[in-house]
């Protein structure tokens, strides 16, 4: 469910994306999707009544990542997200990428 939607809305802004390794080389704008927990902890009278599903989106581009990051920052909210976290980590050495992690989670009803 989410992972999908995650993939749609970054075909949608023009933004490589999936859940494992690319099939040839990597382009130079990309995000990995790592889903993180699928918890049924909203309920009442013993039932669950919510999914909430969350997942890590891994950001990764030899540009300027700050505008990319507002836009799909913007694109998540105005798709339901919800963001409970963002932070740049660092740019990586070996690939020579800036890398920015964004953990976004969405309630699904069951």
Not at 11 to 28: D, K, L, Q
Not at 46 to 52: A, H, I, K, M, Q
Not at 79 to 90: K, L, N, T, W
């Amino acid at each position: 469910m989410i992972l999908d939607e995650l993939i749609a809305l970054f075909r949608n802004i023009g933004i490589a994306s999936g859940t494992s390794v690319f099939p040839e080389r990597a382009p130079e704008t990309f995000c990995v999707l790592t889903s993180m927990y699928d918890s049924d902890s909203l309920h009442a009278d013993d039932e669950p009544g919510f999914e909430v599903c969350g997942v890590r989106i891994g950001f990764f581009t030899k540009d300027s990542w700050t505008l990319r990051v507002a836009q799909i920052k913007q694109e998540l909210r105005k798709a339901g997200f919800v963001i409970s976290d963002s932070r740049y980590i660092e740019r990586e050495s070996d690939i020579k990428l800036h890398h920015y992690n964004i953990d976004v989670e969405k309630h699904y009803k069951i």
